[in-house]
């Protein structure tokens, strides 16, 4: 199994950011697949999931209206698309798909600031 994140970067508060998750090693279309941050000096934290079969949504509070996740089952990839960003949200972002055991990507650095 291999996750390999991208789009990260420095955006401005208020702006917008793109994540892209690239999956393979599994059915990636059977997979339920979810979004997790890690901020310096704090705890890793869910962020969103997507599930397999009816493409179902769920996020944490701190990202509900401004976050979206989705997929292409096609592609292999999973997004997490921020809207609005806030200073708060800077943070490492990772994918996370649990086959068996929990898979992790390396992730993506986003740092919102001005």
């Known amino acids: 199994v291999q996750l390999v994140e991208s789009g990260g970067g420095l955006v401005q508060p208020g702006g917008s950011l793109r994540l892209s998750c690239a999956a393979s090693?599994?059915?990636?279309?059977?997979?339920?697949l979810r979004w997790y941050r890690q901020a310096p000096g704090k705890a890793r934290e869910f962020v969103a999931t997507?599930?397999?079969?009816?493409?179902?949504?769920n996020y944490a509070d701190s990202g509900k209206g401004r976050f979206t996740i989705s997929r292409d089952n096609a592609k292999k990839t999973v997004y997490l698309q921020m809207n609005n960003v806030k200073p708060e949200d800077t943070a490492v972002y990772y994918c996370?798909?649990?086959?068996?055991?929990?898979?992790w990507g390396q992730g993506t650095q986003v740092t919102v600031s001005s």
């Open positions: 996370q798909v649990q086959w068996g055991v929990a898979y």
């Open positions: 997507i599930t397999s079969t009816t493409g179902s949504t």
């Open positions: 090693g599994f059915t990636f279309s059977s997979a339920t």
